[in-house]
Protein backbone atom coordinates (compact mmCIF):
# COMPACT_ATOMS: atom_id res chain seq x y z
CA UNK A 1 0.00 0.00 0.00
CA UNK A 2 0.98 3.48 -0.74
CA UNK A 3 1.24 6.53 1.21
CA UNK A 4 -0.59 9.51 -0.44
CA UNK A 5 -0.51 13.90 0.70
CA UNK A 6 -3.79 15.18 -0.11
CA UNK A 7 -2.89 18.30 -2.46
CA UNK A 8 -6.71 19.27 -3.64
CA UNK A 9 -9.96 18.57 -1.99
CA UNK A 10 -12.29 18.45 -5.21
CA UNK A 11 -12.73 14.66 -4.62
CA UNK A 12 -14.23 11.96 -2.42
CA UNK A 13 -11.83 12.08 0.06
CA UNK A 14 -12.95 10.38 3.96
CA UNK A 15 -15.28 12.61 5.28
CA UNK A 16 -13.37 15.42 7.39
CA UNK A 17 -10.18 15.08 5.39
CA UNK A 18 -7.91 18.37 4.90
CA UNK A 19 -5.11 19.65 2.34
CA UNK A 20 -1.81 17.99 3.68
CA UNK A 21 -3.52 14.76 5.31
CA UNK A 22 -1.89 11.25 4.02
CA UNK A 23 -4.34 9.14 2.87
CA UNK A 24 -3.46 4.65 1.99
CA UNK A 25 -4.21 3.46 -1.25
CA UNK A 26 -3.35 -0.16 -2.88
CA UNK A 27 -3.29 1.87 -6.09
CA UNK A 28 -4.46 5.62 -6.85
CA UNK A 29 -8.10 5.88 -7.81
CA UNK A 30 -8.40 7.49 -11.11
CA UNK A 31 -10.16 10.62 -9.17
CA UNK A 32 -7.33 10.94 -6.89
CA UNK A 33 -4.72 11.48 -9.96
CA UNK A 34 -3.78 14.86 -9.55
CA UNK A 35 -4.99 15.76 -6.57
CA UNK A 36 -2.59 14.06 -4.55
CA UNK A 37 1.27 12.92 -4.60
CA UNK A 38 3.18 10.18 -3.15
CA UNK A 39 4.20 10.58 0.49
CA UNK A 40 4.70 11.06 3.85
CA UNK A 41 5.40 8.52 6.97
CA UNK A 42 2.08 7.89 8.63
CA UNK A 43 -1.75 8.10 7.62
CA UNK A 44 -3.88 10.79 8.86
CA UNK A 45 -6.91 9.74 7.11
CA UNK A 46 -8.28 6.27 6.73
CA UNK A 47 -11.06 4.99 4.46
CA UNK A 48 -13.44 2.25 5.40
CA UNK A 49 -13.30 0.82 2.08
CA UNK A 50 -11.17 1.08 -1.33
CA UNK A 51 -12.79 3.75 -4.27
CA UNK A 52 -12.98 1.96 -7.80
CA UNK A 53 -10.81 3.59 -10.10
CA UNK A 54 -13.52 5.46 -11.56
CA UNK A 55 -14.39 6.85 -8.17
CA UNK A 56 -17.86 5.27 -7.97
CA UNK A 57 -16.86 2.69 -5.17
CA UNK A 58 -19.49 0.05 -4.59
CA UNK A 59 -22.24 3.91 -3.36
CA UNK A 60 -20.86 4.50 0.17
CA UNK A 61 -18.92 7.33 0.99
CA UNK A 62 -15.53 6.80 2.58
CA UNK A 63 -15.38 7.49 5.96
CA UNK A 64 -12.47 8.22 8.91
CA UNK A 65 -11.75 5.96 10.78
CA UNK A 66 -10.99 7.82 14.39
CA UNK A 67 -10.02 5.40 17.63
CA UNK A 68 -11.45 7.69 19.64
CA UNK A 69 -14.96 7.67 17.87
CA UNK A 70 -16.98 6.48 20.73
CA UNK A 71 -15.69 9.37 23.20
CA UNK A 72 -16.11 11.85 20.42
CA UNK A 73 -19.56 10.54 20.13
CA UNK A 74 -20.23 10.74 23.61
CA UNK A 75 -18.86 13.68 24.29
CA UNK A 76 -21.42 15.27 21.52
CA UNK A 77 -24.04 13.17 22.45
CA UNK A 78 -23.62 15.26 26.06
CA UNK A 79 -23.22 18.57 24.03
CA UNK A 80 -26.52 18.14 22.00
CA UNK A 81 -28.47 16.76 25.49
CA UNK A 82 -26.61 19.82 27.50
CA UNK A 83 -27.67 22.24 24.17
CA UNK A 84 -31.35 20.45 24.64
CA UNK A 85 -31.48 21.06 28.63
CA UNK A 86 -30.40 24.77 28.18
CA UNK A 87 -33.10 25.31 25.43
CA UNK A 88 -35.48 23.92 27.37
CA UNK A 89 -34.40 26.01 29.94
CA UNK A 90 -34.31 28.95 27.63
CA UNK A 91 -37.56 28.52 25.99
CA UNK A 92 -39.42 28.11 29.99
CA UNK A 93 -38.37 31.21 30.56
CA UNK A 94 -39.29 33.06 27.26
CA UNK A 95 -42.55 30.77 28.09
CA UNK A 96 -42.70 32.62 31.67
CA UNK A 97 -41.58 36.12 30.48
CA UNK A 98 -44.61 35.77 27.63
CA UNK A 99 -46.94 34.86 30.43
CA UNK A 100 -46.06 37.77 32.64
CA UNK A 101 -45.99 40.26 29.54
CA UNK A 102 -49.82 38.58 28.81
CA UNK A 103 -51.22 39.61 32.32
CA UNK A 104 -49.48 43.00 32.00
CA UNK A 105 -51.57 43.71 28.83
CA UNK A 106 -54.63 42.01 29.97
CA UNK A 107 -54.36 44.59 32.88
CA UNK A 108 -53.26 47.76 30.33
CA UNK A 109 -56.24 46.48 28.45
CA UNK A 110 -58.84 46.02 31.50
CA UNK A 111 -57.31 49.76 32.73
CA UNK A 112 -57.87 51.09 29.56
CA UNK A 113 -61.60 49.82 28.85
CA UNK A 114 -62.29 51.33 32.38
CA UNK A 115 -60.73 54.63 31.49
CA UNK A 116 -63.24 54.56 28.27
CA UNK A 117 -65.96 54.00 30.10
CA UNK A 118 -65.18 56.49 33.17
CA UNK A 119 -64.78 58.83 29.63
CA UNK A 120 -68.03 57.83 28.18
CA UNK A 121 -69.46 59.09 31.76
CA UNK A 122 -67.66 62.18 32.11
CA UNK A 123 -68.97 63.09 28.34
CA UNK A 124 -72.46 61.74 29.16
CA UNK A 125 -72.04 64.41 31.93
CA UNK A 126 -70.78 66.96 29.89
CA UNK A 127 -73.59 66.69 27.67
CA UNK A 128 -75.67 66.79 30.66
CA UNK A 129 -74.21 70.14 32.37
CA UNK A 130 -74.13 71.53 28.44
CA UNK A 131 -77.93 70.87 28.19
CA UNK A 132 -78.40 72.41 31.72
CA UNK A 133 -76.38 75.48 30.51
CA UNK A 134 -77.60 76.11 27.58
CA UNK A 135 -81.86 76.33 28.94
CA UNK A 136 -79.90 78.70 32.10
CA UNK A 137 -79.13 80.92 29.42
CA UNK A 138 -82.18 80.58 27.65
CA UNK A 139 -83.79 81.50 30.99
CA UNK A 140 -80.96 84.15 31.90
CA UNK A 141 -82.30 85.57 28.26
CA UNK A 142 -85.62 85.20 28.98
CA UNK A 143 -84.72 87.28 32.57
CA UNK A 144 -83.34 90.05 30.64
CA UNK A 145 -86.03 90.50 28.61
CA UNK A 146 -88.59 90.87 31.34
CA UNK A 147 -86.01 93.05 33.08
CA UNK A 148 -85.34 95.61 29.72
CA UNK A 149 -89.51 95.28 30.00
CA UNK A 150 -90.27 95.97 33.68
CA UNK A 151 -87.43 98.68 33.38
CA UNK A 152 -88.85 100.73 30.78
CA UNK A 153 -92.26 100.10 32.45
CA UNK A 154 -90.45 101.71 35.54
CA UNK A 155 -89.25 104.39 33.88
CA UNK A 156 -93.11 104.80 32.48
CA UNK A 157 -94.22 105.09 35.96
CA UNK A 158 -91.76 107.05 37.08
CA UNK A 159 -92.89 109.94 34.10
CA UNK A 160 -96.70 109.22 35.06
CA UNK A 161 -95.62 109.77 38.91
CA UNK A 162 -93.99 112.95 37.91
CA UNK A 163 -97.25 113.71 35.96
CA UNK A 164 -99.26 113.05 39.05
CA UNK A 165 -96.81 114.96 41.37
CA UNK A 166 -96.95 117.76 39.25
CA UNK A 167 -101.20 117.48 39.14
CA UNK A 168 -101.02 117.04 43.06
CA UNK A 169 -98.99 120.43 43.25
CA UNK A 170 -101.70 121.69 41.25
CA UNK A 171 -104.66 120.55 42.95
CA UNK A 172 -102.44 121.60 46.68
CA UNK A 173 -102.16 125.20 45.36
CA UNK A 174 -105.42 125.25 43.26
CA UNK A 175 -107.39 124.03 47.37
CA UNK A 176 -104.85 126.66 48.84
CA UNK A 177 -106.17 129.46 46.72
CA UNK A 178 -109.64 127.57 47.08
CA UNK A 179 -109.34 127.85 50.90
CA UNK A 180 -107.56 132.01 50.80
CA UNK A 181 -110.96 132.79 49.04
CA UNK A 182 -112.45 130.88 51.55
CA UNK A 183 -111.40 132.65 54.34
CA UNK A 184 -111.38 135.91 52.90
CA UNK A 185 -115.33 135.73 51.75
CA UNK A 186 -115.83 134.40 55.55
CA UNK A 187 -114.52 137.55 56.82
Given at each position: MALYIIKHLKAPWPKG???????EFNALPGWAAGKCELGGSQPTVFADQEVSGDGSG??????????DAAKIAAAMADAAEQERLERARIMAEQKATLEAQGKTIEGLIADVKAGLAESQKLEQQLAAAKVDLEASLSREATLQGHLTDTQKLNEAAVGEIEKVRGQVADLQAQLAAAKTEVK????
Amino acid sequence: MALYIIKHLKAPWPKGAKVGDIIEFNALPGWAAGKCELGGSQPTVFADQEVSGDGSGSGAALALVDPDAAKIAAAMADAAEQERLERARIMAEQKATLEAQGKTIEGLIADVKAGLAESQKLEQQLAAAKVDLEASLSREATLQGHLTDTQKLNEAAVGEIEKVRGQVADLQAQLAAAKTEVKATKK
